[in-house]
């Protein structure tokens, strides 16, 4: 008599058994036909946007602009600023009778305080760099390099590197800026100015002088802040360009330059301790020497 009940609630366990292990295969098999049709869907809707025949509005998919790119910054692009603005570069130099103790090893120090230390081997006739700014020989520099010497020479480095003797025509002593003429036999390579008031802190910057003597040195970093003021002695420079672009002596007055190959600005000063580069560098901002081009281009 008890045989018949048990098995009866055995037959009933398997089919539930089954019911539980046939409806489980079926979830397993309706997830994997689903994830199929996604992946299908998205694979369509991808390769629809590269040769431009989505429908975006049905794919659920809204673009700024049918012409969107991506932008970068390449090495060619760095090769073509600076090729740009090279020629443009000169040296700055002072005969070496007039060299004094503290323009040693590649010009004075940038952060005007520190005396140099070390036995570096450098052309100690270099004060630093400049910019041409103008066909007639104008040449942007920083006040401080000149202070000390109102005659010194030009080294241009165009088809053919020529030497000349520059005049201080103007000086902006709050900007630490100067303005030199030379007065070249043959025409001479000249910078592109950007406007300085658009450059953006982390805009990619190229350095531009003759750190130690070894002119045209190129070395890059990005705009850490583009409103710095510091002080330097007594006197306070306002809205600095700071930059981790490597300059040192000799670099001073050397073009600060963007991915075209436009001046935003002249490298002035350095934060350090020793006298060397240790991070941080300053550049006078080319807008600041308004002033002084206009002179230049009223000559």
């Not at 103790?101 to 952060?111: D, I, Q, S």
Request: aromatic share 6%; net charge negative; glycine share 8%.
């Amino acid at each position: 008599m008890d045989k018949e009940p048990t098995k009866s609630r055995s037959k009933f366990n398997m089919l539930i058994n089954a019911g539980l292990v046939a409806g489980l295969v079926i979830l397993i098999l309706s997830q994997l036909i689903l994830f199929r049709l996604t992946t299908w869907q998205r694979t369509r809707i991808v390769d629809s946007m590269r040769d431009g025949s989505a429908n975006t509005a049905d794919a659920g998919i809204t673009l700024a602009s049918s012409a969107m790119q991506l932008v970068s910054c390449s090495d060619d692009d760095l090769s073509d600023a600076v090729a740009l603005i090279r020629p443009a570069v000169v040296n700055i130099d002072v005969a070496s009778s007039d060299v004094g103790l503290t323009e040693k090893r590649g010009g004075p120090a940038l952060n005007f305080d520190m005396s140099p230390s070390g036995t570096l081997k450098t052309n100690e006739e270099t004060l630093g760099s400049g910019v041409i700014i103008n066909a007639r020989g104008y040449i942007l520099t920083c006040y401080h390099l000149t202070k000390e010497h109102p005659k010194v020479y030009v080294t241009v480095f165009g088809s053919n590197r020529n030497t000349y003797k520059a005049d201080v025509v103007d000086v902006d002593i709050a900007n630490d800026l100067a303005l030199l003429r030379i007065y070249p036999d043959s025409p001479i390579p000249v910078a592109r100015l950007a406007n300085s008031d658009m450059v953006k802190i982390t805009d990619t910057v190229l350095a531009i002088g003759s750190p130690f003597g070894f002119e045209h040195t190129v070395t890059a970093g990005i705009i850490s802040d583009n409103k710095r003021n510091i002080v330097i002695g007594a006197r306070i420079y306002h809205d600095l360009f700071q930059t981790d672009a490597s300059v040192n002596r000799g670099s001073a007055g050397g073009a600060l330059i963007n991915s075209e190959g436009e001046v935003i600005g002249l490298n002035t000063a350095i934060a350090s301790t020793s006298g060397y580069f240790s991070g941080i560098s300053f550049a006078i901002p080319i807008n600041k020497a308004r002033s002084l081009l206009l002179k230049a281009i009223e000559d």
